[in-house]
């Protein structure tokens, strides 16, 4: 247990479907970090959130849109994706941008 | 961020120190040598960092050559639970968002 939760833990999706996926760190940490990491390929960062507001973006397509309410949850929206956006997708916590991250245990999305 | 080389796989027995090595010759002064590992289909697990010193923790030590062109993870009694891909990572602290430059990573197999 690394403190950072992620829900669903497996969620297969329709290319026209809209889903979420959520992450909650139980840390205190003022950093999130969402990345995607697809088969047989390294981790991509795709977001980075420091205390609320996005300060990264590492060129990821439209359809995924974050969220980051508050300093314990972000949230990936996402709508219309492709099969190839399937993937495990990760959130991690640093207490600062640029300190050590906690990792959670990932979704695992797929679209069919 | 410095650019690091790892060999694709290791084994190791059970109950035997496993010693990861890890060149990261083009590394700056003000680089940090962090470790995290990733067993199968799981969120990477932080391990340990360093700046020159060597560390040691609960999990392994780290050893760190003087001119820091590389260093070593210690899995001091390897159990078959550390079967995993270990990441050696070289990235600046900085006060702004950063990244973790995930590469290909070694994997160990300890087996019985």
């Known amino acids: 247990e690394t403190g950072v939760t992620q829900t669903p833990r497996h969620l297969v999706m329709g290319m026209t479907n809209k889903k979420s996926l959520k992450c909650e760190q139980h840390?205190?940490?003022?950093?999130m970090y969402w990345y995607k990491q697809s088969a047989k390929k390294p981790l991509e960062l795709m977001f980075v959130?420091?205390?609320?507001?996005?300060?990264e973006n590492n060129s990821v397509p439209s359809r995924f849109s974050p969220e980051c309410p508050n300093s314990s949850h972000l949230f990936l929206h996402l709508h219309t994706l492709q099969p190839e956006d399937s993937a495990l997708y990760l959130c991690a916590s640093s207490q600062l941008a640029g300190d050590t991250q906690y990792f959670g245990p990932g979704t695992r999305l797929t679209v069919l | 961020d410095a650019k690091t080389t790892q060999p694709p796989s290791m084994d190791c027995a059970e109950g035997r120190a496993a010693n990861l090595p890890c060149n990261h010759s083009t590394i700056s002064g003000n680089e940090y040598v962090y470790w995290y590992r990733q067993i199968h289909s799981q969120g990477p697990q932080y391990i340990i960092h360093?700046?020159?010193n060597n560390e040691t923790n609960e999990m392994a030590s780290l050893i760190i050559t003087e001119d820091r062109k590389s260093s070593t993870l210690i899995l001091p009694h390897a159990t078959l639970r550390d079967t995993a891909v270990y990441y050696c990572?070289?990235?600046?602290?900085?006060?702004?968002?950063?990244?973790?430059?995930f590469g290909t990573g070694t994997r160990l197999q300890v087996t019985l």
């Open positions: 990572i070289v990235r600046v602290k900085t006060g702004t968002a950063s990244k973790l430059t």
């Open positions: 360093g700046l020159k």
């Open positions: 959130y420091s205390l609320e507001e996005r300060v």
């Open positions: 840390l205190g940490h003022n950093a």
